[in-house]
């Protein structure tokens, strides 16, 4: 089985994509299920789950309505407002439908650095733990000490890491992320993703210039905790699904896991 553990679908006239801008031009069109489906055929792809794109509920329940009309979406990431008062109620009566597997915060869009340590926000993160829903922690280098200091205060919440915490490739900056990257593998059974990183990798990119950031992933997380995920559409910013696919699988260890790392470690962290 092989899963695609992170793409997205927006419609523009829905009106809650704040980021989307015309700026973004190859991006700035609707994509939906229709759009996709070639790619997945042309690449043997089973499934995919389907991750939020804007801070709303609406466009939760507008991804669960694709999910429930789509095979191939396995499950949704979605998005509530943790600091809601009625975040832990709002979190019970989404997870109640079965396509929704978890929830996205956008912390990197969040001023505060530790925004995800506030009190406040503790009842939606015991709900989630309740729920059984899967922590999809949008983070950059910057807040992976926080999301170190969460993990040990909540390690019953099943944690991934998206696109490797975004490291600015672009500028060859490895140190301090792989430090802390390293220091919360070791800390507790977060997974990671493994999307994201030619966007994060400059107009400019080559595959040395991934090598370095994909080989410490493998190393941190393993055969058993690193999690394939194309960032589609997003992705077309810097490379097409085939080419993506193609760095993954030259980049990989000899000794990777294949049934893991391209759909077993997905099941597993999202219970699909």
């Not at 089973?46 to 991804?63: C, N, S």
């Not at 960032?231 to 294949?258: C, F, K, N």
Request: hydrophobic share 45%; aromatic share 10%; charged share 20%.
């Amino acid at each position: 089985m092989i899963v695609d553990a992170h793409q997205h679908f927006w419609q523009l006239d829905r009106g809650d994509y704040g980021w989307l801008t015309p700026d973004l031009a190859p991006l700035y069109r609707d994509f939906m299920p229709d759009d996709l489906t070639p790619i997945l055929s042309q690449h043997d792809i089973d499934g995919t789950i389907l991750v939020q794109a804007a801070p709303t509920i609406a466009e939760t329940e507008f991804l669960l309505q694709i999910a429930d009309q789509t095979p191939f979406v396995l499950g949704v990431v979605g998005w509530t407002d943790f600091e809601a008062p009625s975040a832990a109620s709002d979190i019970d009566r989404l997870a109640r439908n079965p396509k929704l597997v978890g929830l996205r915060p956008m912390i990197q869009d969040i001023a505060e650095d530790d925004w995800m340590l506030r009190p406040e926000l503790t009842p939606a993160f015991e709900a989630m733990i309740e729920a059984d829903l899967t922590f999809d922690a949008l983070v950059l280098p910057r807040h992976l000490p926080y999301l170190r200091q969460l993990l040990s205060r909540h390690p019953n919440l099943r944690t991934v890491i998206d696109h490797g915490a975004k490291p600015d490739i672009s500028k060859g900056e490895i140190d301090d992320w792989a430090n802390d990257i390293a220091a919360l593998a070791k800390d507790n059974g977060a997974y990671c993703k493994l999307s994201g990183l030619l966007t994060e990798a400059g107009k400019d990119w080559t595959p040395a210039s991934v090598a370095p950031y994909v080989a410490h992933l493998f190393d941190q997380f393993g055969p058993r905790r690193l999690v394939w995920g194309s960032d589609w559409p997003v992705l077309t910013l810097a490379a097409g699904y085939e080419t993506w696919i193609d760095i993954a699988t030259s980049l990989m260890p000899d000794e990777t896991d294949q049934d893991a790392f391209w759909g077993g470690n997905a099941a597993a962290l999202y219970k699909i």
